[in-house]
C-alpha cells in the first residue's frame, strides 16, 4: 500500500488500480475510505485509479491536529499526492462531499487540473446548498418502490431533525434497492470518520463568491454527473452548479441514484470515459446561480 507524507507531517494512503492514464479519485461521506468506490463501474479497465484515503480515514494515519479535517485545509494535501507522483496535470474525480474539496483545489491550482469529473457532487462550496424540500421532492419519485412507505417516514423524519439517519431511509440514495446496494450500504458504518465528517465542511471551510469567482476562470474541461433519482444534488441543482464552469459537460444518468455507478456500471463507465477522452459536449446553456443561498 503506497502512502506520501503531507505538508503538516500525516502520511496519506492512496490505493492505485487498474491501467492506463492516472485518474486521481477523492471520496464523499464527507470523510469516508475510499472503499466504498470500488472500481467505479469498470474504470480500472480504462484508467489507473489512484483512490485517496482522506487524512483519518481507511488506511491514512490521524492528524495531530483535528482542525485540519476542514475541507479546505485538505487541499493541499491533494497537492502533495500530485507532486508525490509526478504529475504536472492530473485528470481528477470526486464524489459527493469530495466535490468541494475537488473545487477547492481546482480553484487555488487550476494549471494543474486537466479535466474534473464531478460525480453527484454536493455543491456547499460555491454556495448551492441541498434543501429539505429538494430531497423530500426527489424521494417523492420513488413512491412506487415497495419499501417507500418506511423509508420515507424514516427519511421525512431524518431529514426534518425529527430522527436519526439510519439504514431505513437508505434505498432513496441508491437508484436500485437490490442486494449489491444493501451490501455496499452496509459497509459505511465501518468506513466513515464521523468525527472528521463534522469538522470537514464547519465555518471557515467555504468562501462561495471566492470559490465561483476562481472556477468561473477554470481552464479545464469539467464533467458534472447527475443522478436521475438522486436527492442531492438533484439534477436541477447539479445543473446549476455546471453553469459556474466555462467549460461544463452536464450528464443526467436515467435512473441513477447518489451512487451512478452500481446502478449501471456500462452506462457510467462510459460516459466518465467519453469525458475524460474528450468526447462529451459542452451543456448548452448556463445559468444564472447568484441566488443561491450559502451552506
Given at each position: 500500500?503506497?502512502?506520501?507524507?503531507?505538508?503538516?507531517?500525516?502520511?496519506?494512503?492512496?490505493?492505485?488500480?487498474?491501467?492506463?492514464?492516472?485518474?486521481i479519485a477523492l471520496p464523499g461521506g464527507a470523510m469516508?475510505?475510499?472503499?466504498?468506490?470500488?472500481?467505479?463501474?469498470?474504470?480500472?479497465?480504462?484508467?489507473?485509479?489512484?483512490?485517496?484515503?482522506?487524512?483519518?480515514?481507511?488506511?491514512?494515519?490521524?492528524?495531530?491536529?483535528?482542525?485540519?479535517?476542514?475541507?479546505?485545509?485538505?487541499?493541499?494535501?491533494?497537492?502533495?499526492?500530485?507532486?508525490?507522483?509526478?504529475?504536472?496535470?492530473?485528470?481528477?474525480?470526486?464524489?459527493?462531499?469530495?466535490?468541494?474539496?475537488?473545487?477547492?483545489?481546482?480553484?487555488?491550482?487550476?494549471?494543474?487540473?486537466?479535466?474534473?469529473?464531478?460525480?453527484?457532487?454536493?455543491?456547499?462550496?460555491?454556495?448551492?446548498?441541498?434543501?429539505?424540500?429538494?430531497?423530500?421532492?426527489?424521494?417523492?419519485?420513488?413512491?412506487?418502490?415497495?419499501?417507500?412507505?418506511?423509508?420515507?417516514?424514516?427519511?421525512?423524519?431524518?431529514?426534518?431533525?425529527?430522527?436519526?439517519?439510519?439504514?431505513?431511509?437508505?434505498?432513496?440514495?441508491?437508484?436500485?434497492?437490490?442486494?449489491?446496494?444493501?451490501?455496499?450500504?452496509?459497509?459505511?458504518?465501518?468506513?466513515?470518520?464521523?468525527?472528521?465528517?463534522?469538522?470537514?465542511?464547519?465555518?471557515?471551510?467555504?468562501?462561495?463568491?471566492?470559490?465561483?469567482?476562481a472556477l468561473a476562470a477554470l481552464p479545464a474541461p469539467?464533467?458534472?454527473?447527475?443522478?436521475?433519482?438522486?436527492?442531492?444534488?438533484?439534477?436541477?441543482?447539479?445543473?446549476?452548479?455546471?453553469?459556474?464552469?466555462?467549460?461544463?459537460?452536464?450528464?443526467?444518468?436515467?435512473?441513477?441514484?447518489?451512487?451512478?455507478?452500481?446502478?449501471?456500471?456500462?452506462?457510467?463507465?462510459?460516459?466518465?470515459?467519453?469525458?475524460?477522452?474528450?468526447?462529451?459536449?459542452?451543456?448548452?446553456?448556463?445559468?444564472?446561480?447568484?441566488?443561491?443561498?450559502?451552506?
Amino acid at each position: 500500500m503506497p502512502t506520501f507524507t503531507t505538508p503538516d507531517g500525516t502520511e496519506l494512503a492512496y490505493h492505485p488500480r487498474g491501467e492506463g492514464a492516472p485518474l486521481i479519485a477523492l471520496p464523499g461521506g464527507a470523510m469516508r475510505a475510499s472503499a466504498y468506490l470500488g472500481d467505479l463501474g469498470g474504470l480500472t479497465d480504462r484508467r489507473r485509479l489512484i483512490l485517496l484515503d482522506l487524512r483519518g480515514t481507511g488506511d491514512s494515519a490521524i492528524p495531530a491536529d483535528p482542525a485540519t479535517y476542514r475541507c479546505d485545509r485538505q487541499v493541499d494535501d491533494v497537492e502533495a499526492l500530485r507532486l508525490h507522483l509526478g504529475l504536472d496535470r492530473m485528470d481528477l474525480l470526486a464524489h459527493s462531499a469530495g466535490g468541494n474539496l475537488a473545487m477547492l483545489y481546482a480553484a487555488r491550482y487550476p494549471e494543474r487540473v486537466s479535466r474534473l469529473a464531478l460525480i453527484t457532487a454536493t455543491p456547499w462550496a460555491v454556495g448551492l446548498p441541498v434543501t429539505v424540500e429538494d430531497r423530500l421532492t426527489a424521494a417523492r419519485l420513488r413512491e412506487g418502490e415497495p419499501w417507500f412507505a418506511q423509508a420515507y417516514a424514516a427519511f421525512e423524519a431524518a431529514w426534518a431533525g425529527r430522527g436519526p439517519f439510519d439504514d431505513a431511509m437508505m434505498p432513496f440514495f441508491y437508484g436500485r434497492w437490490d442486494d449489491t446496494a444493501r451490501a455496499h450500504m452496509s459497509a459505511e458504518e465501518d468506513q466513515t470518520n464521523d468525527e472528521a465528517s463534522a469538522v470537514y465542511g464547519s465555518v471557515g471551510a467555504y468562501d462561495p463568491p471566492a470559490t465561483r469567482a476562481a472556477l468561473a476562470a477554470l481552464p479545464a474541461p469539467v464533467l458534472v454527473y447527475a443522478g436521475e433519482l438522486d436527492t442531492g444534488p438533484t439534477p436541477d441543482l447539479a445543473r446549476r452548479a455546471a453553469g459556474l464552469f466555462p467549460d461544463a459537460r452536464f450528464t443526467v444518468q436515467p435512473g441513477g441514484g447518489h451512487f451512478p455507478w452500481l446502478d449501471d456500471p456500462e452506462s457510467f463507465a462510459g460516459s466518465v470515459t467519453a469525458f475524460l477522452d474528450g468526447r462529451c459536449a459542452p451543456v448548452p446553456e448556463r445559468r444564472d446561480i447568484r441566488s443561491g443561498r450559502a451552506s
